[in-house]
């Protein structure tokens, strides 16, 4: 399989734009061979034009096709072997392990949303059957389900280039749900993600889907997508990024004269909470587990743990200096790009530059261009407390302890902090059952809450949360991972006295599908 650098509209590969780019080895500081072409403003019409098409044929293409869709998709990944893995590190700088095991949770992703289609109960189908002879006004018969919203354009993440992009939990959702995908590429990994685009299409073909359910437009700027969030047949917006571009997109959406949903996941600097006989019974181990976790992947997740909260004292201070002797030990490895690199260091000089940061840590032996020094950071409380810049994402391998007073100061900040994927306690114990004003606090403020671990590592599974108040996300309603994502591309859609068989096979009286059903209140597999 060859790189073309081609968009695909549809199931054509189209080159029709004159502005070109190519990807970066930030390993070999050097730039990757193929050139890409980014999407003219005709090719995007196209595949939007496509897209609302395949729409009318999608929206009511069955479950099982669907799953068989999804699974083509996997397979055909799988298909692409080691060329997909080696463009991967190519364009990322991340290791082959990581390439592996971002396929593994991508083909996961698939599989599980094929699943879901597949069994069916998903479209949480809610029938109240007539009662003609209720007085004084009659029931009429009422049925309910989920339905899709139409054609969904999907930005993807520099950090994920398998699982948060061309073919990743937003795209996988939005095909499970029935919904047309055009995929605006990320310009750093444009050739892992043709790749991919050529396994959805292969799949598309192989399963009969229709032609422009799927299209992949090349871009290295901010026009093709704005052009696609203003085009009132898109009706909505799956994107993972950062907190800037996820707002302008969501701020685009919303003054369209059609508002549609953006659904943004973006930046946290996730709040790890270490309790006070945490600090002081197992803050030198605690404080080797976050040296790891503050480098992993040079820092570049979303749920990188930016923040340590503790209060002032010996055991606060015997934990700053553990991390900060511990996190120096470890080998300093390439960012995604040069660009990353460059907003890490602004960042970091931004927060650096604040009265009363301290910086306890910072690898300073010799690194390799675009690889990026870890370093760890400390601030009073009160300081913290009114100095908002000190609360932003430093994106990459950066951690600031905030070193509180007392548990009101500490409680007193965390209600002040701006919305989170996560938020980490450190306990000893049951130790966390003294602090319940504090935990309602944080709960108050993040997605997920996690004792004892580490926020970094996201599990793909049906009860993960991974969103949060803004602006971890722009819609804390909803999660970005996991089966239940799906519920951001479909709307409820009832049927009034609607004949049974022109119904929908899901809301049918004789249940063919042999989904699961809330039939007049009761939860059931059983025919009408
Ligand atoms: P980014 O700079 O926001 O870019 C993401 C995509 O959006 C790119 O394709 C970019 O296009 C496009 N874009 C950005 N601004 C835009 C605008 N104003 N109008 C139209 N399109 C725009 O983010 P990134 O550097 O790829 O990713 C790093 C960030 O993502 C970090 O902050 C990280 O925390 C966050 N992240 C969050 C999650 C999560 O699940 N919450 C997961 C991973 C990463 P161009 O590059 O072509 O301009």
């Not at 790189?3 to 070999?28: E, H, M, R, V």
């Not at 979303?302 to 900060?324: A, E, Q, R, V, W």
């Amino acid at each position: 399989m060859m790189i073309t650098g081609k968009n695909y509209i549809g199931n054509q590969l189209s080159a029709k734009g004159n502005k070109t780019y190519k990807t970066f080895n930030p390993k070999l500081n050097l730039e990757n061979e193929s050139i890409f072409y980014e999407a003219s403003e005709k090719e995007i019409e196209e595949s939007i034009d496509l897209a609302a098409e395949a729409f009318k044929v999608f929206r009511n293409t069955s479950g099982i096709k669907k799953a068989e869709f999804l699974n083509a998709i996997a397979d055909e990944i799988l298909i692409l072997d080691d060329t997909l893995i080696k463009t991967y590190m190519s364009e990322t700088g991340l290791p082959e392990g990581r390439a592996k095991g971002e396929r593994g949770r991508t083909i996961g992703q698939l599989r599980a949303f094929a699943d879901l289609v597949s069994e069916g109960s998903w479209v949480e189908a809610t029938i109240d059957t007539e009662d003609l002879d209720r007085t004084p006004i009659p029931k009429q018969d009422i049925r309910k389900m989920l339905i899709p919203l139409g054609p969904v354009v999907v930005f993807g993440a520099s950090n994920f280039p398998l699982a948060y992009s061309t073919a990743g939990g937003d795209t996988a959702a939005a095909f499970a749900a029935g919904c047309p995908v055009i995929v605006k590429s990320h310009p750093m990994h444009a050739g892992t993600g043709e790749l991919v685009a050529s396994a959805i299409q292969k799949a598309v073909q192989k399963t009969g889907m229709p032609n422009g359910v799927f299209s992949n437009l090349n871009s290295a700027g901010i026009e093709v997508g704005v052009q696609l969030v203003k085009h009132p047949k898109i009706k909505a917006v799956g994107f993972t990024g950062s907190i800037r571009g996820g707002r302008a997109l969501f701020d685009l959406a919303s003054q369209r004269p059609e508002p549609i949903p953006v659904f943004a996941e973006m930046g946290s600097v996730n709040p790890v909470i270490l309790l006070p006989k945490a600090g002081k019974n197992k803050g030198v181990t605690l404080a080797k587990t976050y040296a790891n976790s503050i480098t992993l992947g040079t820092g570049q997740f979303c749920t990188n743990p930016g923040l340590i909260f503790g209060i002032k004292g010996k055991d606060l201070d015997d934990f700053i200096h553990t991390l900060s002797n511990e996190i120096v030990k470890i080998e300093p490895s390439c960012m995604l790009h040069p660009n990353i690199i460059g907003n890490y260091e602004r960042n970091k000089t931004t927060a650096l530059q604040q009265n009363g940061l301290h910086m306890t840590a910072e690898y300073e032996g010799d690194i390799k261009t675009n690889h990026a020094r870890q370093t760890v950071t400390t601030v009073e409380g009160a300081t913290f407390l009114n100095n908002t810049t000190l609360h932003q994402e430093v994106f990459g391998p950066f951690s600031m302890v905030v070193q509180c007073e007392n548990i009101q100061q500490l409680e007193q900040i965390i209600s002040n902090l701006e919305g989170q994927l996560t938020g980490t306690i450190l306990s000893d114990d049951n130790e966390v059952s003294g602090y319940s004003s504090l935990i309602e606090v944080l709960k108050n403020r993040v997605g997920r809450i996690i004792f004892n671990g580490v926020p970094t590592g996201v599990e793909v599974c049906p009860s993960m949360l991974h969103g949060g108040p803004y602006p971890a996300s722009t819609d804390s309603r909803f999660t970005a991972v996991g089966i239940h994502s799906i519920k951001r591309w479909v709307r409820p859609f009832s049927y009034q006295s609607w004949p049974n068989e022109l119904q929908p096979d899901e809301l049918k009286n004789e249940n063919p599908l042999g989904i699961s059903r809330l039939v007049n209140g009761e939860q059931t597999h059983k025919p009408i």
